[in-house]
């Protein structure tokens, strides 16, 4: 990993997919980083309530927590992250809590990597 | 400006609809009770809708949104392009969705179709001869006998449910009378919609009309609901049905007759209750003849039949016409110094044959409003088609008071270079220079006119006047090139050589061997 380039290190294709974000939002730039903005606000209280409902039996508040940072996710096309988010979201919808459990690591860390990404791709822009 | 409300609980939507739609006004709601309050409050043209709201399903609003206006374009937003809800939110009568990650464009011309569609609902079309009921409402304008007829048999046959045909040439009115017919009869609070049949090759019209599985042909991802699911209970126009292809002329026989279909590769079939309404201007009667249009489908659409006449049958009814089109045109153009018509100009106008009917005589008025520099719309200021062309004239019976709208000359016409002088220019340079000079406010509108005029021209010229042909150069549909040809005048001549298209007398002409 090279530490003279982070912004490539960390928005590798596989985290997330600018041009396609960019293209998606006009072609406007400050849309983009607000966009970013409301990921990195909204994303930590999302993954907080999706927990508390994987820990309460609360299949609807999961089911709902999980599609919403799926939809989150996909406005970068982070393909990894949606993945991880769709995965547990149909858990849920299938009421199964259980299965849960060990996929919410790898969402952890999907979220973790694409919030760095967007951070590196918001400081860049200055 | 358009009026759009959306309601998702996902804080970027809303901000990214508010950013990326600045050409609407936008109110933002996050649950589903701030959503309905709002949208009873703000009365908006179009609602943004999520499937899937924290305390509700968007189907559960989408119940609640028609109970308020069912006539209220309602675009789903969803997650998946495959999902469920949605599909069945489409036979609920939702308008469209879209699904996430939104797409600014996308999302655009959608709402765009929304909003167009929802004006065609609500927009009244006035049938009254008298002025007064016409503020605020677009005007079926018409003193003439013909059109006096045709308002009564649109109040007629708005209230039976019959299909009904209306039939009249290019230009003529006719999306109007369908309009009409909706809006005066027993479904106008449930949905309208339109389709043109010309503008859709016969595998796109089909699956736009009916639907279609997945899997059923190439492209096709996923199921898609057709308009005759999705307009179950309400009206559709079917504008120039001539053009149907002679496959999609038999499902839509079997529709009319069982009220039931098949979407395109289904075996399931599908009840609905539409009612239909069609338009052409293609002689179907011959069409029957050569074996093009079905027999049986015609007389199955023929339930009723309103014949709409040609401008140049309605002589009675220009000088309001003008007067109308002079109204709106200078309002819309911004031009409100520009009063009214010198008596040659008015005289130009009410000899003209207008092929093009009222959708001709609208475009030259705009032009006309646009080229005049001064309060007075005069002979010079009127497209040169016009000015060069050959005439069906219409007589001036003996003693006839002009028009109020003439305005009597006290000073010389301003000297004035027609942007459209002699033939269809093709010279952008000198166009563009020329109505910079003239301040202009509308250039991009002028200046794909003017290309389009042009391009038609020349390309037909270059197909000896073969519409199809022409269609396949441009990339474009027969029924827009036709359409082209009536709103520009364009004369397609049968003579023995090849003509040069640039003629003195200033007509745009086309020579066909």
Known sequence: ?126 | MSKLVVIDDDRSVLHLVRQGLPQHEVEVAETSLAGLKTIREFQPDVVLLDVLLRETTGLEVLESIQAIDRKLPVIFITADADSDSAITAMQLGAFDYVSKPLDVRTLSELVTRAVRTRSMMNVPVALGTDDSTMAGREAFIGRSPKMLEVFKSIGRVARQNVPVLIRGESGTGKELVARAIYQHGDRADRPFTEVNCAALPENLLESELFGHEKGSFTGADKRRIGKFEQCHGGTIFLDEVGDMSLGVQSKMLRLLQEQRFERVGGNESIQTDVRVVTATNRPLEEMVKSGEFREDLFYRLNGVTIHLPPLRDRERDLPQLIQYFLTHATRDLNKPDVKGLSPDALERLMQHGWPGNVRELRAVIRQAVLNTTGTVIVDEFLPADLRGGSAIGVEFPPGHVSAPLIVPITEPPPMVQTPLGGMPSSNLVEFVQSRLRVGTQDLYAETLMMMERYLITRVLQETKGNQSKAAAILGITRGKIRDRINTFGISVDKSISVESPYHSNGVSEVGVE
């Open chain 1, 1 to 126: 990993m090279s530490v003279d380039n982070p912004v490539s290190s960390l928005a590798t294709p596989s985290v997330m997919n600018r041009e396609t974000a960019l293209a998606r939002m006009g072609g406007d730039e400050r849309l983009l980083l607000q966009m970013a903005d409301f990921f990195l606000t909204d994303a930590a209280t999302l993954v907080a309530e999706l927990d508390e409902a994987v820990r309460t039996g609360n299949v609807r508040g999961g089911h709902h927590a999980a599609h919403s940072l799926k939809g989150l996710a996909a406005n970068f096309e982070a393909l990894p992250a949606i993945a991880a988010a769709r995965q547990i979201e149909l858990s849920c919808r299938d009421g199964n809590l259980e299965a849960c459990v060990p996929l919410m690591p790898r969402l952890k860390d999907e979220i973790a990597r694409l919030s760095a990404a967007l951070q590196a791709m918001m400081s860049h822009a200055g």
